[in-house]
């Protein structure tokens, strides 16, 4: 399924950012990539589980909570690393993407996490990408997997994450009829992403600006 349109893939990232980041699983640095620990967003054991959209938001700060319908789930791998800044980052940016998947389940762009977790460009592709959903009357069920995380920091207040994800397991569902498109798997199920973010005067790393390459080799199985 393709959960990210072609307006992120073209949106460009800085020229810092094109420096700064390599291919998933180049750095020996970032996250360890284990396949087989499912850390959760927000949980420091790294052998447990990816809570639920609703429990991933940190519970103080003012963060809005983030819920998702029973038949759709997001899964991060990743662990963390020991860097408060870098852990800060690459949770702020898996709430990015649950914020923009929340405002598709929800049927509205005006939803408080959407412009909490993004600005600036990658807010206002998130915004149209989130109508070109529901002008098509669709949503999505099923899984996506998010793995192969690596982050790096420029200066205090940037950072720049790459990941890969797997949409092998979700697919779109049109919410009038409720019939699900069961699409096969193809190259196109698996897609790059490079993104920037920024850290808000309130501590919030907001996601500002991303790229993607679907079927990308480097995240093939």
């Known amino acids: 399924m393709n959960r990210r349109p072609t307006l992120l893939a073209a949106l460009a990232l800085t020229a ?17 990539k284990d396949k087989d620990t499912i850390a959760g967003a927000d949980t420091g054991d790294k052998k447990s589980p990816s809570p639920s959209p609703s429990e991933s938001d940190p519970a103080s700060g003012g963060r809005p909570k983030i819920t998702f319908p029973a038949d759709a789930k997001n899964v991060f791998e990743y662990e963390k690393t020991g860097d408060a800044a870098k852990d800060a980052a690459l949770l702020d940016s898996t709430l990015s993407i649950n914020s923009v998947d929340e405002a598709i389940f929800k049927g509205s762009t005006d939803t408080e996490a959407l412009g909490f977790y993004n600005a600036e460009r990658a807010l206002s592709a998130s915004i149209t990408f989130v109508n070109g959903y529901l002008k098509k009357n669709h949503t999505w069920v099923g899984e996506t997997r998010y793995f192969d995380y690596e982050v790096k920091l420029s200066g205090a207040n940037a950072a720049y994450v790459t990941y890969c994800s797997d949409e092998s397991k979700s697919f779109l569902k049109n919410r009038k009829t409720g019939k699900v498109d069961n699409t096969p798997t193809t190259a196109d199920s698996y897609v790059l992403y490079h993104t920037k973010l920024a850290k808000n005067a309130d501590g919030v790393w907001q996601t500002t600006d991303i790229a993607s390459d679907r079927g990308s080799k480097t995240c093939q199985p």
Do not use: E, I, K, V
Request: some cysteine; hydrophobic content about 35%.
């Open 16 to 32: 810092t950012a094109a420096l700064t980041l390599s291919a998933c699983g180049s750095d020996d640095d970032t996250p360890a």
